[in-house]
């Protein structure tokens, strides 16, 4: 007994000095545990002692002289500052800032041999994402031959090398006590000298990274610090649990972060995949928050919620590690739960991207304080107890994967063993086209690219099935290589699933989000095939001031399907060239050397007449070339106004565009994640300034300045009937009102849009729950929802708002809401196909429900007019294939009516 307390006075200071004396008591009981092995009767005795001193308040823990007492007798680098002693107060008594987080880490990486630093980039708001990499001296002088051998991992080679471990933490922002426990383990395991840690550090090398969403993070820190006081309120209606809007759970651009790893739209998540991939880790823990009333998860997740392209071995290593952090929990008393709630489904997520790559991700969640002290169901949360339990699981989690090392690394050597071998004499794979544009082939060749998925261009066009797949618009993929299971879960379609509960989107088929055709099965020829992009002749002139067009040239036109003819357009008008719209499609005659041929132009195909008021020819084609090079857009000359079929350059069907001056309504009862879709579209695909103004102004300004008012999903709480009639008088002055989803019930109940949406209640209806059991409850609410599938449209390709557009067009649906038959002539510009369901789940009430439906319309008003959509059609910015949609109706809505 006395040398348990002796050791208790120890080891406690070391704790105490990053975490509260709880999270002091925890480690001490780890550390007696684990590596003296103590019976259960020692530590009965143990946890009398601790009751002995409960009473000791933080501040007489982390006295100073007291600290320096114990400092001298414990087995630690005295060279390393703790948190603690760094910040100047405990660590959790304040929320800390990312620059804080990084300063710390330099502090580390400066006083320890083990720590050294790497990066994973700069977030938008130039927050640069720190990792520790901490391992023994000996490995951080090899690191670079380390990293050498992690970059053949996916080679399927034996492995020898040590375990790669990867602790990631709060990528959502307000979720902050996995970075706050980041700093606490990456302290101690700078400053440990205990045989177990040591080891570690000889065996494995250990990445900690604090903060996923630095500009997220920092937000959620300024509201919980600014509203906390010196006695900790814990009513759940406080202002420090009730956030804002924008929380802090998103990034910069409202986005959630752990969402993004497919899609890398978001600077973050491109640096922390290069990251991934650098590395190629092992194992990776994935720390997270979830509401108050819940207590502790980690995975497994329901197993039959398992993605079918996830090894089996996969969830029988995540379950033997999930044995640590039973038993790490089990110590302290902390309640747990696990296989239920959360899945293994979209490979999206930091706990499921790495299961499609060759290493075992875990998903951790603590019940959340979302401030200091919160109360809940099952007593007050804590921010100090949130930190001590993803202390515990971090620690659970490198004595898990040291002790699994060699089944981890043989794991992963066998994940890529059989993927990597291509057949010698011909490679199979898919084709890909994006038609007529060249920008939607390359996004979909950097995305390919920045998974590691390797790809080829063409070197001349290739025929199948009636169409052609150019150089410009076309690459091929070949389906055996290193990142084949990745590859096929991006192309994915299945319809039918065990468990019809789904924690996100049931499907992410990139080629309906990219509008994609794709034959797969295709055998090209090697000498087909290069690395090289191919570029419009004109754009290899490269960096010539000189505009590539004959003198004789009397307008240049661009076809509407390029994606990015929208930001062209937009930098020339707003240059004050004039640039007009086709309303109907046409052709031209073209000769190249001793060739001519037609050129066809669909509708919504923009004219820039060379012959302008107020500009010289010279100028046009200046602004023009410059506009050119920057969205790398394919501009054709044409010397005659005459067309070889549709209609003639100096028909009134060529409408001169506008200058736009878009304003999105956002603030409370607005879908953050909606809004900042449409502000990231604007802001980063068009370059065009948007407006960001709070439902609540709009009473109280001038609307008149905006051309367009975009609203999203939402129930517009903030806005009342006033607002409404000076919305519908906007329109009837010739303002545009863009709306989806929500916003589209709002203005109908109010009577600006004529066109009423099916409610709610209606397609509760559709659902029969006789003869169903009270276990039958959760499966038949999971029938009712819609977490997103992607559906096809039939598109009037005639009607502006679809110009550009193919026949057909697949959206993500995620909200039960269509309109009901709609009589007013010429308004529907898109219907739900008859048999709409392209992958993913759906309940064949809904199926039913919504085919032949409209989905998209336009309803004019007085000079104005309302565009209606019962999707969202910018789906995490990654629905490509759609964006054009929200192009038309700024550019050509109200004019092309």
Known sequence: MDFIACFYWRILPLTSMVMPFSLGNFLFVMILFRLFRFSWFNLGLFATCCLLFNGLSVAEQLEPSRLEKAMAHIQLDKRIESPAAFLGYPLGEWHLRHDQINYYLKQLANQSLRVSLDSAGKSFEARDQLTAIITSDKNQRNLANIIEQRSLAKQGLPQNGPVVIWLAYSIHGDEASGAHAALALSYYLAASQEPWVQQLLEQAVVMITPSQNPDGFDRFATWANNHKGQVLVTDNQHREHSQDWPSGRGNHYLADLNRDWLFLRHKASQGRVAFFHKWQPHYVGDFHEMWNNQSYFFQPGVADRV??????????????????????????????????????????????????????????EQASARGQAQASANGIVTFQSAIANHFATSISSLQGALTLKRELLNYQSAFFSEKNKQPIARIKGRLIRALNDTARRDELANLLSQHQIEFQYLTKSLHHAGKEYRPLDSIFVADNQAQSSLLEALFDKRTEFKDTTFYDISTWDIQSALALDVVPNVSPDVDVLTRQPMLYHHLQLGDSDTPPWPRNSVALLINWQQSNASGFVNQLVNQGVQVKFAKQPFSIKQTQGQQIFSREFVAGSLQIPLKQSGKSVQQVMQLTWQATKDWQVDVVATSTSASLSGINLGSDSFVTIKPVQPMIISGFGTDPFEVGELWYHFDQTLKLPVSLVNGEQINDIDLSRYSHIFMTEGSFSSMNEVSARKLGQYVIDGGVIVAQKGALNWLNKRNVLRHEPQSSRYYEKLFNSDQLNFNDKAAFKAKQHIGGAIVNLNLDNSHPLTFGLAGTLSVM????????????????????????????????????????????????????????????????NFWLGSEKVYANALFFIPTGL
């Open 307 to 364: 993605y079918p392209l996830t090894p089996p071995a996969n969830q029988e290593l995540t379950e033997k590690l999930a044995n640590y952090h039973r038993s790490a929990l089990d110590e302290v008393k902390q309640v747990y739960f696990s296989g239920e709630l959360f899945d293994d489904f979209f490979y999206g997520k930091g706990s499921t991207y790495p299961d499609i790559n060759g290493s075992i991700g875990v998903l951790f």
């Open 813 to 876: 649906k995620n909200k039960p809401l269509a309109f009901d038959s709609v009589n007013t002539p010429f308004t529907v510009a898109a219907h739900y196909q008859d048999k709409l369901l392209v992958s993913g789940y759906m309940a064949q009430e809904y199926q039913r429900a919504f085919a032949n439906h409209p989905a998209m319309l336009v309803e004019p008003k007085g000079r104005g007019a309302i565009v209606a959509m019962s999707d969202n059609l910018l789906f995490r």
